[in-house]
């Protein structure tokens, strides 16, 4: 698309991972994150403690970021930073960097919406035979604090069809695993120990959520009453029967997807869907997709796991297809925590 060699820094600041990545084009020269552990200890990300921690990686990540990539930052033709949405303090500090940064150099500055970042990360050019989504796609981006179904008509057309009504696919992981004992993130465990067990060994309730919407709060209350109902009887319930019902709570949030997509698709007529986030990790949820291209004819994109969670490498490839347009950001921008597609 660019023959000239474009070379943005994407910094990603919207949670509790501070990242930075080097892009020369639709290509990942490098692509750092440090990774916040002190939020492990409460079992959920503390906003005051993320933006501190950001405050002390910011500078040594993007250093190693330029050092990895082998460029100087004299050589960057602009800086995408993640305005929102997320948590206001930790948003402000890549925020106020990233203006700082642009400005000193006197490159140009551009905003980037972390949930299209999280899409558009699907055309990162890993080699010259990358498969790529064609437009229209749909959508679909699933984390710690979105649902989301997307048709996506161009890089940065795009018309949300439904989202999550209370939490996020990736709460109702958090949360649930804290109800099993499990460690946070619980995702990760959860998909873990699923692979283990029997899916069908518990029912669990399917919403009646109307359109392409979700909800998870009733699954996650679903969970707590049959796991204090059964505790009740044996207090070794949940160490005895653990695989098993990770499996029938992962084939539940499973169900609930290809549901939804099934209805998105029948509705929009586009059977090209691209999954990004956290949760487009698991495993469960990416099997149920396979089986879905061979059943339905549908073409999956399943991102790199190094590109699902939150990083910088998908705020580079939004602002790269940005600068082509010359779409840049005043420096008086400010952070915006409710940012909407």
Known sequence: MNSQKTYILGIESSCDDTAAAVL???????????????????????????????QQNIVPVIHQALKNANIKKEQLSAIAFTRGPG???????????????????????????????????????????TAVPSFPFLGFTISGGHTQIVKVSDYFTMEVLGETLDDAIGEAYDKCGKMLNLNYPAGAEIDKYAQMGNPHAFKFPIPNVKELNFSFSGLKTAMLYFLQRETKNNPDFIQENLMDICASFQHTIIEIVIKKLKKAVKQTHVKQIAIGGGVSANSGIRNALKDAEQKWDWKCFIPKFEYTTDNAAMIGIAGYYKFLQKDFTQNTITANARYAI
């Open 24 to 54: 020369c084009n639709e290509q990942v020269l490098s692509n750092v994150v440090a990774t916040q552990k002190v939020h492990e200890q409460y079992g959920g990300v503390v906003p005051e403690l993320a933006s501190r921690a950001h």
């Open 87 to 129: 948590l206001m303090g930790s948003l402000l500090v890549g925020t106020s960097f990233a203006k700082s940064m642009a400005m000193a150099l006197n490159i140009p500055l551009i905003e980037v919406n972390h949930m299209q970042a999280h899409l558009l990360a699907h055309f990162i050019k890993e080699n010259t035979t």
